[in-house]
């Protein structure tokens, strides 16, 4: 929340000095004289909004995630891990119990 | 259920290998009648593979021939889908029929380890177990690293009480798995069957270890429960019979046994303290205290 807050402020800062050096820079020219340094203000306000961006998106960061083992291992159950998929056996009473029970059926 | 749930949860269960036949037939068949198959891309054919296995586990061989149909219209020449004609010519036909279908099969391309697998699948549903461990350890010394294959030995010497060579089998499995706290698991629970308690309880403590959390004080959780009372269940035997006891893997009883025998004892009892475990507390001490 703060992380957002402050990017943005420094987004707009940023932005803002570019716009503000562009403004005084065609000033500048219409009035014909040699362009000069840029006024200390606006580059006070890009080292104030680069700061803030960092900062901004140093607090940003999302939330850290497990990497142990023992954790991964955390989430699994017993017949998932001991399912053996590739020797099962497909021929059980399923056909018997789970197909449709109004349909005919030898008694 | 809209389709989006449904294709998360076919996901999650092939990510899982879990075998829920039903609830992956229930929603693989939304997912089919919306007709949207073409567009999943490359997951569509994997989906289809795991409906037609459900549909074959329910009964529904209809389904499966759909399934099945559209698989082989896109991959004519694949071993995956010889190996699910196969599965479904199990279900159907005779097994001398579908043995000799599997034979021709690797006789042309001997190197389709699923189709030695559904091979050895049948021998062992018929009854056929020692030609059914002679195949599969054949099998498991050109494919060593299959940890289902290893599982199944075990399984299989289990079934017919040969411990030694389930705990043979179970070590390679170890070897190959050292991170899963559900081999050790297994390993401490048929050496328990043999009678080995000492080894047992090495590999229930092993488990335990494995799986700690870092409150040390929190309600004992998923396989720490079972393992706590493998634990229990050694302690008290050793401590009933702890100089005479002889280990056939040489395994050395803990000095502290009375000490492991109340701590498994107190985690035990701890992991029946929510509001449901109240009531089976009561049947748990009450065995606790019977010797």
Request: charged share 20%; with cysteine.
């Amino acid at each position: 929340m703060l992380g957002r807050a402050f990017l943005l402020l420094a987004t707009i800062g940023i932005f803002h000095a570019a716009y503000s050096t562009y403004e005084h820079l065609s000033y500048l020219k219409a009035l014909e004289r040699p362009e000069g340094p840029i006024p200390q203000e606006i580059i006070l306000e890009t080292l104030f909004s680069l700061f803030l961006g960092i900062l901004g998106a140093c607090l940003n960061t999302p939330d850290f995630k497990e990497i142990t083992w023992s954790s991964e291992m955390r989430k699994h159950k017993i017949d998932e891990m001991d399912s053996r998929l590739g020797f099962a056996s497909y021929v059980n009473r399923g056909k018997q119990i789970l197909s449709n029970p109004y349909s005919k059926k030898s008694q | 259920m809209s389709l989006q749930s449904a294709l998360q949860q076919l996901a999650s269960f092939r990510a899982n290998n879990s075998r829920e036949s039903q609830e992956t037939f229930a929603k693989g068949l939304v997912v089919l009648k919306a007709g949207k198959t073409v567009n999943l891309g490359e997951e569509g054919w994997a989906f289809l593979e795991q409906l037609a296995l459900a549909a074959i586990d329910v009964g529904r061989i209809d389904i499966a021939d759909q399934c099945l149909k559209q698989l082989s219209d896109k991959f004519d020449d694949s071993p995956r889908v010889d190996v699910l004609r196969g599965i479904r010519m199990e279900a159907t036909q005779s097994p001398s029929i579908v043995l000799s279908f599997y034979d021709e099969l690797l006789r042309i391309s001997p190197s389709n380890a699923a189709i030695w697998k559904r091979r050895i699948s049948v021998l062992r549903r018929l009854g056929k177990l020692e030609k059914a461990v002679e195949d599969l350890n054949e099998y498991l010394d050109t494919f060593y690293t299959d940890v289902e294959g290893w599982l199944e030995l075990a399984d299989i010497h289990a079934s017919c009480n040969q411990y030694t060579y389930a705990l043979q089998a179970l070590s390679h499995a170890l070897l190959l798995t050292p991170q899963n706290p559900f081999t050790f698991l297994q390993f401490a629970e048929t050496a328990y069957s043999a009678g080995d308690m000492p080894l047992a309880l090495k590999m229930f403590l092993v488990v335990i270890d494995m799986n700690e959390s870092e409150d040390e004080d929190a309600i004992p959780l998923g396989i720490s429960v079972r393992a706590w009372w493998g634990t229990k269940l050694c302690t008290r035997q050793l401590v009933a019979s702890s100089a005479t006891h002889n280990s056939q893997s040489n395994t050395s009883v803990p000095k502290n046994i009375k000490l492991v025998d109340e701590l498994a004892t107190e985690r035990v009892l701890t992991a029946y303290s929510g509001e449901q475990g109240i009531q089976t507390r009561n049947l748990v001490s009450k065995w606790m205290s019977r010797r």
